[in-house]
């Protein structure tokens, strides 16, 4: 599901209009964004957990052609699964 795909089902299901929608969903993007800025993470219930991951600068040997090379450091977004979410989507894809 894309951005304007979630802002038009925000529309259809509450009956907002295409700016109030969009307002919304970039209002909720800009929270979590920022809380994870701040090295917050970010918990929603029933969903899961989004958070940020730091990555040490290492060495590292490609095994074909035994050459090192320098992998630079890197930040990424983990997201970890509710088990609450996991048992939802694993029952209906069983079911469905």
């Known amino acids: 599901m894309t951005k304007r795909e979630f802002i038009k089902s925000l529309q259809d299901r509450t009956g907002l209009g295409s700016s109030d929608a969009r307002e919304v969903v970039e209002l909720i993007f800009s929270h979590i964004k920022q ?3 701040l090295g917050h993470a970010v918990r929603i219930e029933g969903v899961g957990v989004l958070k ?4 040490e600068p290492r060495t590292m040997i490609n095994n074909v052609s035994g050459i090192e090379y320098e992998v630079p ?3 990424k977004v983990k997201f970890r699964m509710a088990p609450s ?10 079911e469905g």
Do not use: T
Request: glycine fraction near 4%; hydrophobic fraction near 40%.
């Open 52 to 55: 940020l991951k730091h990555y």
């Open 85 to 94: 979410m996991g048992r939802s989507l694993k029952r209906e894809l069983l």
């Open 73 to 75: 450091e890197r930040i």
């Open 35 to 37: 809380e994870l800025l």
